[in-house]
């Protein structure tokens, strides 16, 4: 099998931090979305990845490069503009052959991976697998609607949902898929979708199976669920110290501390991870909390967050609190102090808080 990884999305909903990086690349504990996405599809035995990318290509490619550092091999798809899924899988036939593959969105992230559910499609040799999961608010997820345990109608982010099935970011297709996503026409929002080039199949009598996923699933396009995903984790995380800890510092529960990481007369609570390089003085670092490398925290309170690397927080006098933090930014104390603050903060940002 092969792995086809779409990262051509803009990632308004994170703006934005979004107008300087690709979300794909947006880190929960400090490793990027996509990487998770790499990892999942190598853990499963899949050693040929496609990335399909857009405006963000060169980023996206100087972060991954060749596939080397996971042992893979990766290809780059060029997407001129957001089409759609069904698009994405249309311009990526070139390099899938006739082989089965996953599609794997690159900003989703699954706890259980995906190597039981590549087992069983390479066993049972349906035409194509659909994960679902159960959600909340299913209007803005590509519906599903079971009947006997078979798929009879998919519908993309519906007005009236008719089930709380939502596809999960992981499908699994044989070459048939080319078939439908030639087939279908672009919907009222302009795309092929996905949903689309499923319910063709469906139609026209191939088999389609659905997967009820165990575990959690995160899509990260929006900040309350990178944060969640970040929070779920860091709650695997088994606690190391490749840093420094001063006498006057104390450490409780999980956490890591990576290598230059030195913390000074301050509280780190885990689960938590402080990034290579990083120096954390005179400070709490509460759970849930990723800092990456390269950072300088002193005089602060920092609880359920994402600060990126480079970044620089000082004498705030209050707690950051449900924050995600760009790239070489600088906050740090004025005159008055406020009793809490929330941040979500682009690249090389400076505030001054007065």
Avoid at 33 to 42: K, N, T
Wanted: charged share 25%; proline share 4%; hydrophobic share 40%.
């Amino acid at each position: 099998m092969k792995g086809l990884i779409l990262s051509g999305g803009k990632g308004t909903r994170l703006r934005p931090l979004t107008f300087t990086q690709a979300k794909q690349l947006v880190p929960v504990a400090n490793k990027p979305v996509l990487f998770y996405g790499i990892e999942a599809l190598r853990d499963a035995g899949i050693k040929e990845i496609g990335i399909v990318v857009g405006e963000t290509k060169e980023e996206i490619k100087a972060a991954v490069g060749n596939g080397a550092a996971w042992d893979v091999n990766i290809s780059y798809i060029e997407q001129e503009a957001p089409l759609g899924l069904a698009h994405a899988v249309k311009i990526a036939e070139g390099f899938l052959k006739d082989d089965p593959f996953v599609m794997y969105l690159g900003d989703n992230i699954l706890k259980s991976g995906i190597v039981s559910f590549v087992r069983e499609f390479e066993e049972q040799k349906p035409n194509s697998m659909i994960l679902l999961t159960k959600v909340p608010n299913p209007q803005l997820f590509g519906v599903a609607e079971l009947r006997d345990g078979r798929i009879v109608r998919l519908v993309e982010k519906p007005k009236k949902p008719m089930s709380d099935l939502a596809l999960v970011g992981v499908y699994l297709f044989d070459s048939n898929i080319f078939k439908a996503v030639r087939a279908i026409k672009p919907s009222r929002r302009g795309e092929l979708e996905i949903t689309d080039a499923i319910q063709y199949l469906v139609d026209q009598g191939y088999n389609v199976r659905p997967h009820l996923v165990s575990g959690w699933w995160k899509d990260t396009g929006k900040l309350e669920d990178i944060l969640e995903a970040n929070r779920l984790i860091l709650e695997g995380l088994a606690g190391r110290c490749d840093g420094t800890v001063d006498e006057a510092s104390r450490i409780n529960g999980a956490v890591v501390i990576e290598r230059g990481a030195a913390v000074k007369n301050s509280i780190i609570r885990g689960p938590a991870i402080i990034g290579e390089g990083t120096e954390v003085k005179d400070s709490y670092i509460g759970p849930f909390t990723a800092i990456g490398k390269s950072c300088q925290i002193s005089g602060t309170e920092i609880e359920h967050s994402i600060i990126l690397e480079g970044s620089e927080i000082r004498d705030i006098g209050s707690r950051i609190d449900e924050s995600l933090i760009g790239r070489d930014v600088k906050i740090y104390k004025g005159l008055s102090k406020p009793s809490v603050f929330r941040f979500v903060v682009g690249d090389k940002s400076e505030i001054g808080i007065k």
